[in-house]
């Protein structure tokens, strides 16, 4: 089958591509597959670096620990860092005839990435627009997740042709978390992806400012490192809620390295408590919106 395939540097695309014939067979199933999840929830952020994937797992494992249905796509084509930060490296998903299956993570959290389908996490995934977005088409008519209560999508970071087809290939119901540093220079990537998902007709549930403070790791004392209130400020302007502010612990960073997400562990740190925060935030958004 057309799988998204094992790529070799040079690669410049899927394998195949599915002949216009197939089209509406495949967005049967896709549509199938699709409405078989209660809610998309997609993490976004102007630029990358600033925590999105960081964020989009510790949802994703917090939801399954309060005993929710949990699927994460990651759709990062350049660099998938999901299975790295769940401590998945070197495996790899499984087909079962026409269909992909996913990874178990832990307890009522399945896992698809690109990165589960290379050979190697130093893959290198060399692909233009249109042949991404052929891939994340792929992954989610492919992929069976079963019956799901949320799906956290990793999206590639800024407002570019991936988020938006993710968006737009999933369907409803969906909500943005939008992550931000406190920087201005993030802050101002940020407003174009608040842009991007009203242009989308895509409700925001919020934004999350990562970074934000710095927890000492001799005195657990939280100090600015990166400057104050962009993602508040931002929040207020726009006119979104802000989900909560995680602060800047070196614990996340060698958390993250280990395949050992904070929310998978127990704890009472500022950062659990972060976490916890914008959970609760976002488990209070509506579940029609
Ligand atoms: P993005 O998905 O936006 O590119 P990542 O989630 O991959 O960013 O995070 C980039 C790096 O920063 C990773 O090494 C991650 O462990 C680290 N990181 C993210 N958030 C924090 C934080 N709050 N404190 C410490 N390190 C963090």
Redesign the pocket.
Known sequence: MNHVPTQSPECSGPQSQPHAGAQPAEDLVLSERMQRIGRRLFVL?G???????????NLAVALARRGRRVGLLDV?VH?P?IPT?LGLTGRRMLGRGETLLPLEAMAGLKVVSLGLLTDSPSDAVVWRGPRKNSAIRQLLRDVDWGDLDELVV?CP?GTGDEPLGVVQLSGRPGLAVV?TTPQEVAVADVRRCLTFCRLLDLPIAGIVE???GM?CPHCGQTFALFGEGGGERLAREAGVPLLGR????????????AGLPSASQEGDSP?HTAFKVVLDALLSVPASA
């Open positions: 952020s630029k990358g670096g600033v925590g999105k994937s960081t964020v989009a797992v990062d660099g860092s930060l990793d970071p992550v990562n970074m934000s927890v995680i602060p800047l612990d070196p614990a996340i960073g060698k958390g993250g390295d950062t």
